[in-house]
């Protein structure tokens, strides 16, 4: 077996930054989960229909891989990306780093790998991989996956090769921190406000804060949308709240970068920041309960109420993060 020591396999709540967590801490830079999802400016928002999607799709962070590339640009890290449609190539790609002792993180499909219970197709999904022997491979994935675990590495083949929505082509990558690394305190205001000006400012109406208030108006038609309400309402609002790393769309995680960011900076702007999505946190989970009630129920009251609290969040949202541009 090859394997790099002393990992420290802890797993987290969102993929992403459970694997960059892996990376850094063997780099010698240990932050919370708040404050990698934070520095990387990953929350965000999408509402996303088309007439070849089952049911719409509601989002609350960056796409894929974009939260790793900006916590690198923002804390100087070496970001070294490798992508092939050859499957030898992808494997010495991955074993090659493991071989030298450095860990290296995966995007894949999830649905193959041996230890998911909910086998569905998703191509974003990222782990840290820190060893391997003949059969199997040796991953760290979040903490509802287990932590530590493995697959096959038939399986792991399989996830790295698969093709669709938001895949890659075995997508491996390694981080590599300065000698002399930034400070993650004095990059705190540049990521605040890339985030802010992000979800301010969209290039079109399903994004930032528009793209909330845009399902605001679409959420109370969806038992109408819905060939299945029973099953899509309540699943949609699981993914609300388990995908959205533990409820709420990723503002938990947001609410938290703000709070211990108030710590370290005197800002009014912060705790604004910081009281206005710790209120809206609690409000996207009621959202979320609603859209599973009106699918068990078959009542549209609860969607109109669900439509209601999204028009607050949009604004709520919005005067968040008009705060928080102003921070600096």
């Given at each position: 077996m090859v394997q790099v020591q002393d990992i420290d396999a802890r797993g987290m709540q969102h993929c992403e930054t459970t694997a960059l967590g892996v990376l850094l801490r063997r780099e010698g830079l240990d932050l919370s989960e708040p404050m990698l999802f934070g520095l990387g400016s990953g929350l965000s928002f999408i509402y996303?229909?088309?007439?070849?999607?089952?049911?719409?799709?509601?989002?609350?962070?960056?796409?894929?891989?974009?939260?790793?590339?900006?916590?690198?640009?923002?804390?100087?890290?070496?970001?070294?990306?490798?992508?092939?449609?050859?499957?030898?190539?992808?494997?010495?790609?991955?074993?090659?780093?493991?071989?030298?002792?450095?860990?290296?993180?995966?995007?894949?499909?999830?649905?193959?790998?041996?230890?998911?219970?909910?086998?569905?197709?998703?191509?974003?999904?990222?782990?840290?991989?820190?060893?391997?022997?003949?059969?199997?491979?040796?991953?760290?994935?979040?903490?509802?996956?287990?932590?530590?675990?493995?697959?096959?590495?038939?399986?792991?083949?399989?996830?790295?090769?698969?093709?669709?929505?938001?895949?890659a082509r075995h997508r491996s990558f390694t981080l590599t921190a300065p000698s002399t690394p930034t400070s993650p305190r004095d990059r705190i205001i540049p990521a605040i406000r890339t985030c802010a000006d992000a979800f301010l400012n969209p290039p079109i109406a399903n994004l930032g804060h528009r793209g909330i208030e845009k399902a605001a108006g679409q959420v109370p038609k969806w038992l109408r949308r819905s060939d299945n309400p029973r099953e899509d309402l309540p699943r949609a609002a699981v993914l609300m709240e388990k995908a959205g790393t533990g409820g709420a769309l990723f503002r938990n995680l947001y609410r938290d970068f703000l709070a211990e960011c108030a710590q370290l900076i005197d800002s009014s702007h912060l705790r604004t920041g910081h009281r206005l999505y710790a209120e809206a946190a609690t409000l996207w989970t009621q959202v979320a309960e609603l859209v599973a009630t009106s699918g068990e129920s078959g009542n549209t009251q609860h969607l109109t109420q669900a439509g209601a609290l999204l028009h607050d969040l949009s604004r709520i949202e919005r005067d968040a993060m008009q705060a928080l541009s102003m921070q600096g």
């Open positions: 996303w229909d088309s007439k070849s999607m089952g049911f719409p799709f509601l989002g609350g962070r960056v796409k894929p891989f974009e939260l790793t590339r900006n916590l690198a640009a923002v804390l100087g890290l070496e970001l070294v990306v490798e992508e092939t449609t050859s499957p030898r190539k992808a494997w010495h790609n991955v074993a090659a780093p493991i071989d030298a002792g450095r860990p290296v993180g995966l995007q894949l499909d999830s649905y193959h790998l041996d230890y998911f219970s909910t086998k569905v197709h998703f191509g974003g999904h990222v782990v840290a991989m820190y060893g391997y022997d003949e059969q199997d491979a040796y991953l760290v994935d979040t903490a509802p996956q287990g932590g530590a675990v493995s697959t096959s590495l038939a399986g792991l083949a399989r996830a790295r090769a698969e093709r669709g929505p938001m895949t």
